[in-house]
């Protein structure tokens, strides 16, 4: 069945939509002749999906008695089950209409982990645009549904001129969720942080460490962490003819007690923190 399309404008998403919503009704339709019906059917379109579907099965069935549209099996069952299909409504969304939304993909954004918002925005932004999503209150929505229940909580604290325009939630959500809380708390952290040296705990106070300088100093590049490192060493040399305290280990080797300066270990360790710290200020 043909149908002129001089007449009126082709719709690439609205072909596309009917596209999606005839192979949900026909699994078993073959590519080709879906494109080509979807593209016919366009007319008929209606962004009402409920009706969508019952004009959709209708033009299967009015396609499938006229050619041989479909593969051969029994016609008969295959009709009355997307009669069936279509007449359930839209209670009853399917798989493909839920992966047909790109911000479903997107990971929540997690306060917890002290990473600024700014870049999840953006790529929240690019799933609207694939989603053709343009309305205020849907985007607003949806950053409430991908985020944690702080922010959900943040967003409908605001007055309500402000929570219904996405402009101003995206401009406020950066300006409170640009990671600096978590950046302060973590060079707090460094700053009276002290290395567990117990052989079983050693490694979990480096991993923990770690995670602190990579918190703290996240937007420090690596040129500026060896010159914080270089500015250390040189003030440690500074205080090398300071008299260190002694503390007393066992060394395996020679199966005799030996002194090991660990106070010039950690008088090198707080200063490296101490160089960072004034680099970032």
Known sequence: M???????????????????????????LRENSAILLAIDSLPFYTP??????????????????????????DQAQRLAAIIQIADEGEKNITEVEKMMNAW????????????????????????????????????IAVIKLKS??????????????DRRSYPT???????????????????AQLRCFRLDMREEHFLESCMKLGELV????DYFGENDMLRAYNCSQ??????????PRQRITFNSNDRQLQKVDYDKIEEQNKLLMDALIRKES
């Open 48 to 73: 009402s999906i409920n009706n969508l579907r019952k004009r959709c099965a209708q033009l299967i069935i009015i396609s499938a008695s006229q050619s041989k549209l479909t593969k051969k099996i």
């Open 214 to 217: 990579k918190t703290a100093y």
């Open 234 to 243: 040189k003030s440690s040399r500074d205080v090398e003819a300071k008299e």
């Open 148 to 161: 944690t229940k702080e922010v959900m909580d943040y967003i409908e604290s605001l007055p309500e001129v």
């Open 169 to 187: 939630v995206v401009a406020l959500l950066k300006q409170k969720y640009d990671g600096s809380v978590s950046v302060q708390n973590a060079q």
């Open 104 to 139: 479903n993909s997107l990971k929540t954004y997690d306060v917890g982990k002290g990473k600024p918002i700014d870049h999840w925005l953006k790529k929240l932004e690019c799933c609207f645009e694939i989603d053709s999503v343009t309305e205020d209150l849907k985007k």
């Open 2 to 28: 043909k149908f002129p399309l001089k007449e009126f404008k082709v719709d690439k998403e609205k072909i596309r939509q009917i596209y999606i919503v005839l192979k949900t009704l026909d699994p078993l």
